[in-house]
């Protein structure tokens, strides 16, 4: 009996659990739900198999919590089926050589054994690397460690969201930006590839929606929107890459994708989980790499563990617009239009009234 009515207290956390992101707010303690979605899945799924096992199914009672329990772990398990085998490709294969090989790694600002993540990245030899979370120690050694990427560009800081582009293919305009927050960088670059052949760069790292961070996620989500504006302004291949501290599955990155026209490399493939590399069981997808319909893959993975609290996550591309109508997305609705705006404006109001509290306690 004591079983019993655990599994029926934990069936009814399964169901808040899974309700809770659903609220349109953005507060932060509702927007955190949406990151261990995986494992609340796995534990419904327990939950379900352990009560069948246990226990015949006679009353009243249990066929509704069974009912309800089922109901729950269907509606967790679609939102996650993408990233499994069942869902076709969103980024075809390719048999071609690879144009470009692309990875990201967050170095954790504290992190010590700077040589392990060196390394580690160097084995996988991409042609361009993305640095977030770097400061100033992490710049000089990074500096000194990929003197074989030429192009460059950079903004470390020591709030934990500075970011370094190293390419070894020439790097057109690039520019850092802070479309958000002063001190929250973005790279924005053109990518020239070997063939001549050019490619819109966006490596962003919006803040995570915590409290000893940033309460809500409104800036989080508004810097994935201004960027997904501008790819879809692109008249060039985009490359989206960087740690999005959101989770493939969340509304706000759906949005993203949408309002951006494009495509995840992990649909059909796999988590590839990259946070918490310190963590076996709370592991979820943080870093990404979002592609426009032109490109196929070749290669995609993760990197093994370097000191930091997430993995690199790297992909092979290939780029073929001969082939991008067979998997172009669907244009994004004039519903999901006004959410991204909405999202944008909302910012941008908070923005207004925090330089206007600044003003006043200036005059103070």
Same mark, same amino acid.
């Given at each position: ?109 504290? +992190? ?6 060196? +390394? ?42 500075? $970011? ?33 052949e050019k490619i819109q760069l966006f490596a962003i790292h919006p803040t995570p929606p915590m409290p000893q961070h940033n309460p809500s996620s409104t800036d989080r989500d508004a810097e994935? $929107? ?18 999005? +501290? ?26 590839? +989980? ?7 069981l709370m592991r979820w997808s943080l870093d990404h790499i979002f592609l426009t319909e032109e490109f196929r893959l070749k290669e995609i993975g993760t990197g093994g563990e370097t000191g ?57």
């Amino acid at each position: 009996m004591k079983l019993k009515r655990f599994l029926q207290g934990f069936g009814i956390i399964a169901v808040l659990l899974t309700l809770v992101p659903l609220i349109a707010a953005d507060y932060w303690w509702i927007r955190m739900f949406d990151y261990p979605h995986i494992q609340l899945t796995l534990l419904t799924l327990t939950a379900i198999s352990a009560y069948f096992i246990r226990f015949d199914i006679k009353r009243y009672e249990d066929y509704a919590f069974m009912i309800v329990l089922l109901a729950c772990f269907t509606f967790q398990f679609l939102k996650i089926a993408p990233y499994t085998p069942i869902t076709p490709y969103e980024i075809n294969k390719t048999k071609k050589q690879a144009d470009i090989k692309i990875l990201t790694a967050n170095v954790l600002q504290k +992190n010590k054994e700077k040589d392990s993540l060196i +390394n580690e990245v160097k084995k996988h030899k991409p042609d361009v690397i993305v640095f977030t979370e770097t400061d100033a120690a992490w710049q000089n050694a990074i500096s000194k460690g990929f003197k074989e990427y030429p192009y460059r560009s950079e903004a470390p800081l020591d709030n934990t969201y500075g $970011m370094l582009v190293y390419s070894k293919l020439p790097l057109i305009d690039p520019e850092v930006k802070y479309i958000v927050d002063d001190s929250i960088p973005s790279v924005h670059a053109k990518i020239e590839l070997k063939n001549g052949e050019k490619i819109q760069l966006f490596a962003i790292h919006p803040t995570p929606p915590m409290p000893q961070h940033n309460p809500s996620s409104t800036d989080r989500d508004a810097e994935m $929107m201004k960027i997904a504006k501008l790819t879809r302004e692109s008249e060039l291949p985009v490359i989206v890459i960087g740690d999005f +501290n959101d989770v493939a599955w969340s509304s706000t990155t759906s949005l993203f994708k949408n309002v951006g026209g494009l495509l995840d490399i992990r649909v059909g493939r796999g988590f590839y +989980n990259t946070f918490n590399a310190k963590s076996f069981l709370m592991r979820w997808s943080l870093d990404h790499i979002f592609l426009t319909e032109e490109f196929r893959l070749k290669e995609i993975g993760t990197g093994g563990e370097t000191g930091s609290d997430h993995f690199p996550y790297y992909a092979s591309l290939s780029l073929e617009p001969e082939k991008a109508e067979e998997q172009k997305p669907d244009s994004p609705s004039p519903e999901q239009l006004k959410d991204a705006n909405e999202q944008i404006k909302e910012e941008e109001k908070e923005n207004k009234e925090k330089q206007q509290e600044k003003r006043e306690e200036q005059q103070s």
